[in-house]
């Protein structure tokens, strides 16, 4: 995807070419009604169509959940591809050849890095095939079929200053093997050593499936257990996430993720046929590898180790992935250290007969912090109600929100306004949101953009728009692009219209207006209804203006501008009384 030169030409060629019907009707049927195509929802539950698809405008829309978009957006939501890989699917399918990127010397020097992990990889796996070794030992102690140590790529990195060097720094040179990350100076300045010493080494893979890090794990008792790649250019472990590569379809097909700590969690799990099991590498779960999770799914299912501190872990883990829009709930393995041992000792059944009962996340919170709520003093109560509130904070969704802050206060058996208080608290300041445009001007200015593209404003009401009187901004972009063709009464090309959109919202608010049936007569005979209070906000919002710049101007001593403003004052003030 990355050598794929996606400027606003191509993709507008490419979703020019992409018959949206064909694509969303290999997910739901859909049937010709009138000029566009009607549907059952695939993004939310109905029993009555209202799904509507049009192929000549290229866009989809909901009209019972507001889920609405054109062929690229429809594929990021339905297969959680990203744009780039929406675009560069359409246009395999539609036969567009894309635009490659020129290269540059980083993009070389990146590729020079990946062949050394390569090497590197195969180098540490012919290591574990020698002899007898601590590795293997380690290996057969934990009773790993060989199976498993080809699968995954394990190696060995043997107790040896100079291992890797003698395999490859004669090929790459020294300075690369240290820029990769696995050759270290030595403190004397002269020479390099080995950074993986006596270590069972563990590949690390991007989503592509190359090799970008390993994981090393100590064979002597040293320090640190684990010893992952340093960041370089290729590996970012906040950005990554372990096995990965292997249930990325997994993930987008059945819409879950299996999120555990380490990699032999992530290997038992996966080699036992469970689909979608990722590794976080540790405990400090980052926004990236939240935001990696849901670019191919929308849940999420926790499965940190058992004891105490993984719990704590997964309460921890949790915000993140719930500021990223993603559905929660966590395992209670039952006694059990790990998911590596529920699998080992008990087989895969018992596995999947806990993941069949995981619990939604605030249940799991209460099972931790909800307890022996009778016993509590005052005080005790206040602590433990605080812990949820990163929790509730974190969901976007207020409904998901509210039933969770209800179903708090129910177990502390307080009033549900006492919890909410603590969110609110903790909320972020109004100011910008009170900029925001209130629902009741938002729905004046959709009306008025949805008869004007439907041709159904009269002239003298079409003189009338302007930019400044459309308050939100969605309204105001896509005027703004129709604006010419609206006032001389030209066709509007609807996909030449979402080319120019960069925001989400406003694909979804052309969807809306241009799918939206015909006006009825008796909301255009109230049109003057939703026109004049977008005026008159608009005179207010500029009469404010106004009056802080004769206030600025009056600051600094400018009497000549203060007056030329309070004429313009005076003006505004006198269209607003005519505008009652």
């Not at 109560?381 to 129910?410: G, H, M, T, Y």
């Not at 300041?429 to 159904?456: C, D, F, N, V, W």
Request: hydrophobic share 40%.
């Amino acid at each position: 995807m990355a050598f794929s030169d996606l400027n606003d030409s191509v993709i507008a060629q490419v979703r020019q070419a992409a018959d949206i019907v064909d694509f969303i009707g290999q997910v739901t049927p859909l049937k010709l009604a009138g000029k566009s195509y009607k549907g059952l929802c695939p993004f939310h539950r109905e029993k009555t169509p209202s799904f509507t698809v049009d192929r000549g405008k290229g866009l989809f829309y909901c009209f019972g959940c507001g889920t609405g978009g054109d062929v690229f957006k429809f594929l990021t939501l339905t297969e959680r591809f990203t744009f780039p890989e929406a675009v560069e699917h359409v246009a395999s399918r539609v036969g567009i050849e894309l635009p490659k990127k020129k290269r540059t010397a980083r993009d070389s020097d990146k590729d020079d890095l990946l062949e050394v992990m390569d090497e590197a990889s195969e180098a540490f796996h012919q290591a574990l095939g020698w002899g007898d070794n601590p590795a293997k030992r380690y290996l057969t102690e934990r009773a790993v079929p060989q199976e498993i140590v080809d699968k995954y790529g394990f190696g060995y990195a043997p107790d040896s200053w100079d291992y890797i060097l003698t395999r490859l720094a004669r090929k790459h040179g020294e300075k690369k093997l240290e820029t990769a990350g696995l050759a270290m100076p030595r403190k004397t300045g002269n020479g390099y050593y080995d950074r993986f010493r006596n270590r069972l080494m563990i590949p690390i893979h991007n989503e592509s499936g190359t090799v970008v890090g390993f994981g090393g794990r100590s064979l002597d008792g040293s320090d640190p257990k684990y010893l992952n790649s340093p960041e370089s250019e290729i590996f970012n472990k906040s950005r990554l996430l372990y096995n990965l590569h292997r249930s990325k379809d997994a993930m987008r097909r059945i819409d879950r993720a299996i999120l555990v700590e380490g990699y032999f969690d992530a290997i038992s799990i996966d080699h036992a046929g469970v689909p979608g099991v990722v590794a976080s590498m540790g405990t400090s779960l980052t926004t990236g590898q939240a935001s990696l999770m849901r670019r191919f799914t929308t849940r999420v299912v926790i499965a940190y180790d058992g004891d105490n501190a993984g719990r704590m872990a997964t309460l921890r883990a949790a915000p993140v992935l719930l500021a990223a829009g993603l559905s929660v709930s966590a395992l209670d393995l039952q006694g059990e250290k790990d998911p590596d041992s529920v699998v080992q000792k008990h087989g895969v059944d018992r596995f999947l007969e806990i993941l069949g009962s995981a619990t939604d996340i605030f249940e799991f919170a209460l099972g931790e912090w909800g307890t022996d709520v009778a016993k509590l003093t005052g005080r005790e109560k206040s602590e433990r109600v605080e812990q949820f509130v990163p929790l509730l904070s974190a969901v976007s969704d207020p409904v998901v929100r509210n039933d969770a802050a209800q179903r708090i206060a129910d177990a502390f058996r307080l009033e549900f306004q006492t919890i909410w208080s603590r969110v609110r608290g903790k909320a972020s300041t109004a100011p910008e949101r009170e900029r925001q445009p209130s629902g009741r001007t938002a729905s004046a200015e959709k009306t008025i953009l949805t008869a004007a593209i439907q041709g159904k404003l009269v002239a003298s009401d079409l003189a009338r728009l302007r930019e400044e009187y459309f308050e939100e901004p969605a309204c105001k972009t896509i005027f703004s692009i129709m604006k010419a063709d609206l006032l001389s009464g030209a066709p509007i090309d609807f996909q030449q219209v979402a080319t120019h959109l960069k925001g989400e919202a406003e694909l979804n608010l052309l969807s809306e207006i241009s799918l939206t049936e015909d006006i009825d007569d008796q909301i255009l005979q109230r049109i003057d209804e939703n026109l004049r209070p977008m005026e008159r906000a608009f005179l207010e919002r500029r009469n404010l203006e106004i009056q802080q710049a004769i206030s600025e101007a009056q600051r600094q001593g400018d009497g000549e501008q203060a007056a030329q403003l309070g004429m313009e004052k005076v003006r505004i003030l006198r269209m607003l009384n005519e505008a009652k």
